[in-house]
Structures are given as C-alpha cells and as structure tokens.
C-alpha cells in the first residue's frame, strides 16, 4: 500500500492494522540532540486513547509507546526513529460477520475491490482510526521540536458536537482546560450540553459527528512552498489522512465568502516594531505560506459510520440486499479524541516545512 509515508525532510511513515500485532510509525529526519523522553509522547497518546467515559468506545488499550531506535541516552541520535504500540484488547470475533457484509458509511467495499480481498477487515484493518495512534508518536516529536527550536505551540478543541456549538471565543486561560472534561471543549457549561447530545446518540445505538478547531502560535513569516507545497496544501493534505474527515477551513473560510473584499481583507499594522495584521480572516496564510499570524483552522468530522442500529446493505457472497448491525465496541462521536491527532498532524507539517525552509537546522 503506497501512500503510508509524509513529509519531504521530516518523514512519517504509519505501519501496522487495527487488530494486528502491533501499529507503529517511523520518523525520520528529526534532527540530533532533541531531548526525548516516553513521557512527551505517552502523554499525547493518553489524551488520545478512550477514556473511562460512555462517550468514546469501550475497547482498552494501553497504548504504551516503545521507542525501538533513533534516541539514545534522552536525545535523538539523528537516525530514524521507530515506535510502536502492540495490540492487546483486540475482539476479532465481532468482525467476523463482515466478511461478506458490506458496512454502510466504510471503506470495506472500495478496499475489497482494490486490493482483490486480500484486505485485513478486522476492526477496519488499516483504515482504522486506531491508525491515528502512530500519527500522535511522531506528531508528539515534531511537536516538541517545533516549541523547543521556534517557541510554536499547536492547541486544537471541540467547538462542536452535532448541533451543539461553543460561542465563546477562545483564550489563554481556556487553553489550558482543554483536557480537563471528556468532550475536549474548553467551554465547560457547553462541554457538558455536548456529552449529553453524544450519550442520546449512544443510547439509541447512533453517532454525531463535530468540528475541531486548531490555533498554532509563534509560526515564523515565510514557511510554505508554492504551487504545489503550499501551506495550506500540505497541512490540508495531512488532516485528510485522519479517518472521518470530510472538510477543512482556514480562517474566515466559507463565512469569508459571504463577505465583501473590504471586511475580509486584514490590514496591515505595526505592534511593538513588528509587523502584523488588525484581523486574521486570512488564517495566518498568505498564497500558500505564513505570514506570522497564528494559523487557523476548522476540521468537520462526518458521524461515526458504526452504529448499533440495523442497516440495510448488500450481502457480496449472496449477491442480495440483507440487513446489518455492527457488533463491537465503537466511539458515538470521533470527535472528543482528535484533538491531539489534529496538533500531531499540524506539528508534522510544520517541522517539515521549517526544516525546509533553513529555520531548524539538522543539529540542534
């Protein structure tokens, strides 16, 4: 399967299956003597993992990082650097009516054609979102190197779950409570609305789907690689590898277009001797690269496609119309556990683009 590496001078590559042996990622060209420590990327992972909560599925998995190479006495050795998690709680039993049942809302039909049924199914095999685990272990280095060499720093929230919206407008204080309610919105009295809309969901075998916003912080003037390697190009390129996307907007994005030029442009100032903007409809880019502002981005995540209740589909071995309902343990809404794939993913993009553009250089 191509397409399971990215990046151009900071390269991820993802391996591994829902409910094979183990998933794991390879970083390579991180540069030497970044200090790293299991606990900066348990901590990611933590945050990703299901939590003891209704909302999010009931699977339990460790996921406990073992770093196998590329860091050596605390510090990246500027090798490759391989991680990997190994299964332990997986149910492939429930998986076993799938092999002829078509699951509505899932890649189990493209997949079988392209890949003339040799796919591994179980749990979702290598479309999982399990998958975003090994987003997470190299996001969580790229993460850190980008705060360590250029003071960046990527926060991603819930603003929505179904319905359900936070009005608020974000602030440093917010921030930090991010991770302190199950939804991952830093909004508690709407936090709260959202885990009631998700445990209805729930409660009639259903899901909801959300939106996440991301705001990244001290990003330097200049990264981004036009036509083709445009900031936004790339950064949209990596969110669309997490499953159950299905859209993405920087700054004013589609309420921009509603606006006329004068309202959505962003003038021009000067703050303390620097140049910056009174707005930020732009997102913090500009023709594909950072113009300095913080970097701005909304993420939709469609419903979670397995749901408890009876589905219509199509039977392949019978060649007829049949019933479904998906055994297993499933999350009612995704969105609650993206946040960190989203801040992975932004880092990624970032440290690779920083790398190519001269500002973090191969030894720190």
């Known amino acids: ?186 909004d508690d009295k709407t936090a709260e609305k959202m885990k009631i809309e998700i445990l209805k969901a729930r409660k009639k075998g259903d899901s909801l789907g959300g939106v996440i916003e991301s705001i990244t912080t001290n990003v330097p003037v200049g990264l981004g690689e036009p036509i083709f390697g445009s900031l936004e190009s790339d950064l949209s390129k990596a969110i669309f590898s997490i499953p159950s996307v299905k859209g993405i907007e920087f700054g004013s994005g589609f309420e921009g277009s509603k606006l006329f030029g004068s309202e959505n442009n962003d003038l021009y100032t000067i703050n303390k001797g620097k140049i910056i903007t009174k707005t930020n409809n732009s997102g913090g880019i500009l023709g594909g690269i950072s113009n300095g502002m913080p970097i701005t981005l909304r993420i939709a995540f469609k419903p979670a496609s397995s749901i408890s209740q009876k589905q219509s589909t199509v039977d392949i071995k019978t060649k007829k119309v049949t019933n479904l309902e998906v055994q297993g343990r499933h999350d009612p809404c995704v969105v609650p556990r993206a946040p960190p794939v989203v801040d992975s993913l932004v880092a990624l993009t970032l440290a690779d683009h920083a790398l190519m553009a001269g500002k973090i250089k191969p030894v720190l």
């Open 1 to 186: 399967m191509p397409g399971n590496s990215i990046g151009q001078r900071l390269v991820l590559t993802s391996f591994g299956e829902s409910h094979g042996k183990a998933i794991g990622t390879i970083l390579d060209g991180c540069p030497a003597g970044l200090e790293i420590d299991d606990k900066d990327i348990q901590k990611m992972l933590d945050y990703r993992k299901p939590g003891t909560s209704l909302i999010t599925t009931q699977r339990k998995e460790g996921d406990k990082v073992e770093i196998i190479s590329g860091v050596f006495r605390g510090h990246t050795t500027g090798a490759p650097i391989t991680m990997v998690i190994w299964n332990s709680d997986q149910k492939s039993r429930d998986y076993e009516n799938l092999k002829t049942k078509l699951r509505p809302g899932h890649s189990d039909y493209p997949a079988m054609i392209k890949y003339n049924h040799f796919n591994d199914y179980r749990g979702g095999g290598r479309f999982s979102g399990r998958l975003t685990a090994t987003h997470v272990m190299g996001g969580a280095i790229a993460r850190k190197l980008l705060k360590v060499t250029l003071g960046i720093e990527t926060n991603s929230f819930t603003t929505q779950v179904g319905k359900i919206e936070m009005k608020k407008e974000i602030n440093k204080k917010m921030i930090k409570t991010i991770y302190q309610n199950d939804v991952r919105c830093p």
